[in-house]
Structures are given as structure tokens and as C-alpha cells.
């Protein structure tokens, strides 16, 4: 019988291995892989660890915190912490609310918004100075800088939206209501108790401007009181930061602001 030749591609059978090749006695995994060109592979950088890595992963996640906060407070939301008690019983002394600052911008204002705006100029008493110093105070302006402690409203105001530009806005005083180009306003919002105005008064809102009142009519210093400053009374569109749309804080007080749309269904646009 004559004995067939091995096959020279059978290890162990009589071909000679290839060098580098794996072998009975050589497992696969201990061949060094080379890519095509010869060149040894690089070796992987093992990640850092330690407190320098502790460090740095903090850091990251702290200026990224503050960016984000920074970019929602500059164009999405703000917090603000409400002083007085002029928006009562819709808003009272230290409720923390948000604003969307898509408003007016994107989104358009509407009558019954509730609005928070700068100091027309005049409207605020001079701020009293803080009693808070030093790295507390810097701390502090520092947070409310970057949106995550909610601005007091030192030099910001809150009301509500009567009339838009054009609107004519008027009220007979002694408890008749506010009328809006023409329309008598049953104004379920305002504070059990209170009349609508005990001020007389009779305006067309300017072009780019508000006419703006608090829900406690007779202790809201609003566009009512400020007829003789500049605007007549009426608050700039540009002045406005935004539209409340929840109280947040304290937590027994959490609710949406909505807009009381049916007050001013029957109100028609400006002639």
C-alpha cells in the first residue's frame, strides 16, 4: 500500500510550521497580532484614577451644571422670589415662582398674564441696602447670577396684563368695573374683598406698551399710580422678562399660573 503524502497545511501531520504560526504546544492567544504593514499595535492608555481623576470628573460636572443654568436662566426660565403683597391671593409674600422668557419673544403676550418686569423707572422705592457682607454676599449674588437662587425682585415688579397696545382701559372708580374697549371685565382673580379700582382713570395703551394691575387693587402701586411718569402708567414691552406660569415653592403652595382666558373672551381687538 502506498502511503499518501500529508497535507503541508495540517500542523503536525509533517509539514513544517510557519514561523509564528500557533502549534500544539503554542495557543492562539499568545501570538502576538501585527496589522498588515508590521507595525506593533499601540498600547491603550489605562484611564487615570485617583483623587486628580476624583477631581477633575467633579469639575466637568460643576462647570457644566453652571453653563446649563446659566443658558436656561438667560433664555428659558427664571426663578424669583415674590416681596410683597400686592398679586394677593394669586401670589403671597415669599412664594418662589418660574418665568418663561419665551414670552414675549417666540410666544406672544395675552390679557391675564401675569408678567414679571424691570422698574419702569420711579415705581420702586430706592432698595434698601442688603445685610448680607463679605463672602456671603458674594456667594449669594454669585448663585442669583447664575440662576440658582431665585432673584428677590428688588428692582423687578410683578402684575398682571389688562391691555395690550391699542387697548383702551378705563374704570368709573367706586367699585365699577374695569372696562377694556368697552367690554365690563368680571375679574375673578382679584383678592376676596377688593374693588376693581378706587382709582378713576381713562387710557389708550401706547404702541410697545402694557396696562398692568395686581389682583390686591387697593395695595398694588401699578400703571394706575404711575400716570404721570413716562409711558403714562403703561410698562414697556421691552421692560418685560417674562410670564409666570407656576408657583414652585413652598411646596403647599405648588400650582400652575394659568391664564384666566374666559375674564377677556368678550373683549375685542382695538378700533
Known amino acids: 500500500m502506498i502511503a499518501e503524502p500529508a497535507d503541508p497545511a495540517t500542523p503536525g501531520l509533517g509539514a513544517p510550521l510557519a514561523a509564528g504560526a500557533p502549534g ?4 492562539a492567544e499568545q501570538v502576538p497580532v501585527r496589522p498588515r504593514d508590521g507595525r506593533r499595535q499601540p498600547r491603550r492608555k489605562e484611564a487615570p484614577s485617583g483623587p486628580l481623576a476624583w477631581l477633575r470628573e467633579t469639575t466637568i460636572i460643576v462647570v457644566s451644571a453652571v453653563l446649563l443654568s446659566l443658558v436656561v436662566k ?13 398679586m394677593n391671593d394669586t401670589l403671597v409674600v415669599h412664594d418662589r415662582i418660574l418665568v418663561s422668557k419665551l414670552v414675549p419673544g417666540p410666544f406672544s403676550l395675552h390679557r391675564g398674564d401675569i ?3 424691570k422698574d419702569p423707572g420711579g415705581w420702586l422705592p430706592p432698595a434698601a441696602p442688603s445685610r448680607e457682607t463679605g463672602v456671603v ?17 428688588g428692582d423687578h415688579l410683578v402684575k398682571r396684563v389688562i391691555g395690550l397696545p ?7 372708580g367706586d367699585g365699577q368695573p374695569v372696562k377694556v374697549n368697552g367690554v365690563a371685565l368680571d375679574e375673578t382673580y382679584l383678592k376676596p374683598g377688593s374693588q376693581p379700582s378706587e382709582v378713576v382713570f381713562d387710557v389708550v395703551v401706547p404702541d410697545g406698551y402694557l ?19 413716562p409711558g403714562g402708567g403703561a410698562v414697556p414691552m421691552s421692560d418685560v422678562v417674562g410670564v409666570a406660569f407656576v408657583t414652585v415653592w413652598p411646596l403647599d403652595r405648588l400650582s ?15 378700533s
Open 74 to 86: 438667560t433664555f428659558l426660565v427664571q426663578a424669583f422670589f415674590i416681596p410683597s403683597d400686592s
Open 24 to 27: 500544539p504546544d503554542r495557543s
Open 137 to 153: 454676599a458674594f456667594v449669594d449674588g454669585a448663585l442669583r447670577w447664575i440662576g440658582l437662587m431665585p432673584t428677590d425682585s
Open 115 to 117: 408678567v414679571v418686569f
Open 256 to 270: 400652575l399660573l394659568r391664564n384666566p382666558g374666559a375674564v377677556f373672551a368678550s373683549v375685542p381687538n382695538p
Open 166 to 172: 391699542g387697548d383702551r382701559v378705563a374704570c368709573a
Open 211 to 229: 396696562w398692568v394691575m395686581g389682583d390686591n387693587r387697593q395695595h398694588s402701586a401699578d400703571s394706575r399710580y404711575n400716570q404721570g411718569r
